[in-house]
């Protein structure tokens, strides 16, 4: 016999749930003066207070809201050093001229399993303070063989959403070689990687990997058994977005510059659109049109793409908030594409909502309604995460 032991968390003023058969039948199905079940790890029941089933505990949520644990389905923790002096310049106005990337690959790859280890866990307890139940991350400062496959095999110890990046740019190994790196990130680096990873990235970009280029890597990492996902149509309009819809890759992640035959694809296929607005935020780029996206019938998700070059923010709070008041989001929409959104980047049904069945993964916010986490942007509005049921902060 097993015995687990049910929680309640009672008056619950808004719950988001996430799923429109419930509550006032929008995509958010918001139940007023709440009650969430939970035992063990999943979510038993969801409903009014006044209807709860008697449980072994309770905890009185006095009127605050209740969200789904925030879906972070892009970032890139696996990284060492900072680049203060690159950010501060480019928003002095002034010329910079290091290595960008570069400059993380080379003190990536000079860190110690157990350096890198631990700033993946720092960054990850910031953002579970801020409401993180789930993260993706990625490789891609590593750029050899083994640095990629030490760098997957560390994010490997904190999720299981990890992302091969060997293609996030030539490395400068093969400065004068790009046809020689697509070979290594195809051949050898792949056979090493795939056994830590269930997905595979490309930086399909001018500057970086082409379409030709992106299709044959994306191509060889399925035929490994792993999935793709693209960073697409950040910096210009080019073939990413299209490329990904193609191969139905779970998530084009970035666009930023869509054309209408973009958004046509995206509104036709399976991939989501994954608007990282801690990028533009942070190279004050042009933001993307969420509502030309959602207007063409593509799922959206938001997430931090936090890395030390261009976004370097966990938080997914901060995400919604400038999704909302710059990329012209509702409140409800960035709300949902920061949950359940991000869980659909990541083919995902058990996490992302309150519903009966899912990881018990709640945000209790220290506001009565979930809008405030776009109405009072900068405020640490988490009160309490529950991740697969324990409450951890
Ligand atoms: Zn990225």
């Not at 990881?359 to 991740?387: F, K, N, Q």
Request: glycine share 10%.
């Amino acid at each position: 016999m097993t015995t687990t032991t049910t929680t309640a968390l009672t008056h619950i003023a808004n719950l988001v749930t996430n799923d429109p058969s419930l509550g006032d039948g929008t995509p958010l199905g918001l139940i007023r003066d709440a009650a969430v079940v939970i035992d063990g790890d999943r979510v038993v029941w969801t409903g009014e207070s006044s209807r709860a089933p008697a449980t072994d505990n309770a905890v009185d949520a006095g009127g605050r809201a209740v969200v789904p644990g925030f879906v972070d389905s892009h970032s890139h923790l696996v990284f060492a050093g900072d680049r203060t002096a690159e950010f501060n310049a480019r928003m002095s106005g002034r010329p910079y001229s290091a290595g960008g990337i570069r400059t993380t690959v080379a003190a990536t790859r000079a860190a110690s399993d157990d350096e890198l280890s631990a700033n993946v866990a720092r960054y990850l307890g910031e953002a579970l303070r801020q409401g993180t139940t789930t993260f993706e991350t990625k490789s891609g400062y590593g750029l050899t063989v083994e640095d990629e496959a030490r760098a997957l095999r560390i994010a490997a110890r904190h999720t299981d959403e990890v992302t091969f990046l060997g293609a996030h740019i030539v490395s400068p190994d093969y400065a004068d070689d790009p046809a020689g790196y697509v070979d290594l990130v195809t051949g050898p680096m792949l056979d090493a990687c795939a056994p830590h990873a269930r997905w595979i990235d490309v930086f399909c970009e001018r500057g970086a990997f082409d379409e030709d280029q992106a299709r044959t890597i994306l191509t060889a990492g399925l035929a490994k058994g792993l999935h793709p996902r693209v960073h697409a149509n950040q910096l210009g309009h080019g073939p990413g977005v299209r490329l990904a819809v193609e191969l139905d890759a779970a998530s084009a992640d970035h666009c930023t510059h869509l054309d209408d035959a973009d958004l046509d694809a995206l509104g036709q296929g399976s991939t989501v659109a994954t608007l990282l607005p801690g990028a533009e935020f942070s190279t004050r780029a042009a933001w993307p049109d969420a509502r030309r996206i959602l207007g063409a019938g593509a799922t959206v998700a938001l997430s931090t793409d936090c890395n030390p070059g261009s976004s370097f923010t966990s938080s997914m709070p901060f995400c919604v908030a400038l999704a909302v008041r710059d990329m012209g989001m509702t409140p409800d929409e960035a709300i949902w594409s920061a949950t359940a959104g991000g869980a659909a980047a990541l083919r995902r049904t058990d996490i992302g909502r309150i519903t009966p069945g899912a990881r018990a993964d709640l945000v209790l916010l220290d506001a009565p309604s979930h809008v405030h986490l776009a109405y009072r942007p900068g405020v640490p509005l988490v009160r309490a995460v529950w991740r697969a049921g324990a409450r951890v902060v």
